[in-house]
Structures are given as C-alpha cells and as structure tokens.
C-alpha cells in the first residue's frame, strides 16, 4: 500500500475573492519599470532630501471669430508643435474677453494661454499670458508662413521636445528678459509629459531683429552612415527649416491676465491702420498732383494765348 498523504497537501488553496483587484502595476520610466517599493524605500531613505519638482504646464490654444483661413491654418501649425496644449473653441473678440478666456482656461486646468486675435479679416495679434495672475503681453503678427505654404524639406516627430535658442538681444533690457522667460514657460514642452516623446529633434529658435521677435523652426539632420557619423562634437550636424514662420511685433506688456496696469509699451509701435491711412493719403495725394497739373496748364494757356496764325484760313475758299 501506498503512504497517506498528509492533510496539508489536500488542502485545496482557497478561491481568490472577487472584491480583490489586480495587483498595482509598477511605473514605467525611461529606463524600465520602477516598483512602488523601490521608491518608498528610496523616499525612507532620505527623509530630509527635497521633493522633485514636476512641471505640469498647460497652454490653452484658441483664436477669435471670423478669423482668416492663413491665421487658422497657423494657429493649427502650433497646436501640432506643443503637445502639452489644449485646443478651445473660438472666443468672441470683445472688451470682455479677459474674463471669459480666464474662465475658460480655470476650467481647462490650464496656467498659460496662446489666444489669436483677428481684426477687420487682415490683421493678427497673440496674446501671450500666464493666469490668472499675469503678466500677459500682446504682439502684432507679421510676415506669416504656414508649414502648407512652405513646403520645406525639414521634417521631425511629431510630440518630441524642442531645444529652445534665443538671440544674445534678450538678456540687454529687462522686458526682453520678461518676454524670454515667458517664452520658455509658454513654448518649452514639460518633462514626462504622456503626449510628448523623449526626444530632441528640432529647435525653436527666437531672435530680436529691429526690435521684432523673429520665430523659426529647425530639425536637426544628423548623417546615417558609418563613415559619417561623428563620434564627437556637431562638426556634421546641420538643421534643416521645418516651418513655420512668423514675426512677433511687442505692443504692450501688462501686469495681469489679459490687461491690467502696463508695465512696458513699444515706443516705436505702429499700427495697421495708421499705415493704411498714411498709403491711402499717398494715393489720393497722386490724384490730387494731376488735378493740380491740369489746373496749372490752363491758367498757362490763358496768361500766354498764341498768337493767331495768317496762313490758318489760306486753303479755305
């Protein structure tokens, strides 16, 4: 005969529960998967050691009504750059827009804003604002080009963290210094963010020419062969434009969201529609030069008549 078996062995093992859930999954990072364990024991560790800051930086994208097709098209070009931006409906361009787009933007969770604004369907403004509190500034937009319109040869991920480079300029005056430090708030997509890549593979880059805040976007080319590939430094890396491209004319700068007192305004700011009178003027200035020249050949034939001439009736018989 055969040995009993003992009772612990027939035991059966007990049916799991149904209220149980499945067990935590650890969090994912670059490098593999990291247990909770892990870092609670990290944290026990070292108590005194300070918490890591997360930056959880959200930009709301929305433009006004009746806005041109061009501004649209660029308006979209920049929601698919920043992947850490929430797109919103169109807003009505009022004296009261402050308050509804910072309602609007409490309710996204977002802390910035890129707001497009377009005037008489040929003139653009982006404002620039961090809320609730500010400041915000407002730009006159100028020589816009879409990535449609371009057509250029550069091409990168979409969702990859741009390198962000600016001009030697903004560090001379404290509003560029202002503008700069928005600019990376703004424009800087968030470490780990879930729509974002782990990659660096183009760059914005920001320059102040004739006090104007010039915008371009480059990818970074880097050769694929074995006999090209650099071992060290960026002798052989080149950038190749992606689009797209646009100036950035200051107006003001003001100390909330959307208004409030100003701290800055651009002494050499003109605006649309003082240039567009001053052609206007220019072409109506030509009319009236001829109208003028017209009047003055008159007032010569009638001070210096000719004189009549003999042989004019000499064949008229």
């Avoid at 371009?150 to 741009?162: D, Q, V």
């Avoid at 880097?222 to 107006?251: A, Q, W, Y």
């Avoid at 649309?272 to 030069?289: D, F, M, S, T, V």
Wanted: charged fraction near 30%.
């Amino acid at each position: 005969m055969g040995k009993k078996r003992k009772h612990s062995e027939t035991q059966t093992a007990e049916p799991r529960k149904k209220d149980e859930g499945a067990p935590e999954r650890p969090k994912r990072t670059l490098m593999g998967w990291k247990d909770k364990d892990e870092v609670n024991q990290q944290t026990e560790s070292s108590p005194d050691s300070p918490q890591v800051f997360r930056n959880k930086e959200k930009v709301m994208v929305t433009c006004s009504r009746r806005i041109n097709y061009r501004y649209r098209h660029l308006m979209l070009n920049m929601v698919s750059l920043l992947p850490h931006c929430k797109k919103d409906n169109k807003v009505e361009s009022r004296s009261s827009k402050g308050a509804t787009l910072n309602e609007l933007i409490e309710l996204r969770g977002c802390s910035s804003a890129l707001f497009f604004e377009c005037r008489k369907h040929q003139d653009l403004y982006m404002w620039m604002a961090r809320c609730p509190n500010g400041p915000s500034v407002k730009f006159l937009v100028n020589a816009v080009h879409t990535m449609e319109e371009l057509k250029l040869t550069g091409n990168h991920l979409k969702g990859s963290r741009p390198l962000l480079t600016f001009s030697s300029n903004f560090e001379k005056d404290a509003h560029w210094k202002l503008l700069k430090e928005m600019i990376i708030q703004i424009f800087g997509t968030p470490k780990e963010h879930r729509k974002s890549k782990p990659y660096h593979d183009h760059v914005f880059v920001f320059s102040i020419v004739d006090d104007h805040i010039w915008f371009r976007n480059y990818q970074k080319s880097v050769p694929h062969n074995e006999s090209d590939k650099m071992v060290r430094g960026l002798d052989k890396m080149t950038l190749v434009e992606v689009g797209p491209r646009f100036c950035l004319n200051p107006i003001k700068i003001f100390a909330g969201s959307f208004g409030g007192p100003t701290l800055y305004e651009n002494p050499f700011y003109v605006s649309p529609n003082q240039i567009r009178a001053l052609e206007k003027r220019k072409k109506a200035g030509k009319y009236a030069k001829k109208v003028k020249a017209k009047t003055r050949r008159k007032m010569h034939e009638q001070s210096n008549p000719l004189e009549p001439d003999e042989f004019a009736d000499m064949w008229r018989e």
